[in-house]
């Protein structure tokens, strides 16, 4: 796990150009064993949200599936 201030502090490094740039949710994994072939699957963050009780922000994307579902 990674804690909110290593974030922050991570953030804090980037240039200001990048305030601009998209935030997405990436998945990464092996398509072999051997590592030669790699898949990452983009998703979109739609939302953030904190629940206190857990002590979790919560960074949201939409499943794919449900985007159909919604009207």
Do not use: C
């Not at 980037?14 to 994994?29: I, R, S, T, Y």
């Not at 398509?31 to 030669?36: A, H, R, V």
């Not at 990452?40 to 739609?46: A, E, G, I, L």
């Amino acid at each position: 796990m990674i804690k909110l201030k290593e974030v922050r502090d991570w953030i804090d490094t980037l240039p200001k150009e990048f305030l601009e740039f998209d935030v997405v949710n990436a998945e990464e994994g092996l398509l072999t064993e051997d590592g030669e072939y790699t898949y990452r699957m983009d998703k979109p963050v739609v939302s953030l949200n904190v629940h206190v009780e857990n002590q979790e922000i919560l960074i949201l994307n939409q499943n794919k599936d449900d985007e159909s579902n919604r009207t």
